[in-house]
């Protein structure tokens, strides 16, 4: 998290790491990434790519509610 929090951030927003489990990454976005339109093309195409990139057992990454 701490390789991907700089890009989150530099758009005014953060990410909070919740649990791990069963290959499944639960993350929460904050700030600006809140009610964005771009979240979850963030979320996919940045935070999941290079998750899986980094840890090849993480099947998925879901974003939780605030």
């Known amino acids: ?4 929090r ?3 951030q530099g758009d005014g927003g953060d990410i909070e790491l919740l649990d791990v489990a069963d ?3 639960q ?3 904050a700030g ?3 009610g964005c339109m771009h979240s ?3 979320l996919q195409a940045g935070v999941e ?3 899986k990139e980094a840890v090849p057992e993480i099947k998925a990454v879901e974003a939780m509610p605030f």
Not at 1 to 4: E, H, K, P, Q, S
């Open 1 to 4: 998290m701490d390789n991907i």
């Open 6 to 8: 700089p890009y989150i």
């Open 23 to 25: 290959g499944v990454v």
């Open 27 to 29: 993350i929460r976005l």
């Open 32 to 34: 600006a990434c809140v």
């Open 40 to 42: 979850m093309m963030t």
């Open 49 to 51: 790519r290079m998750l």
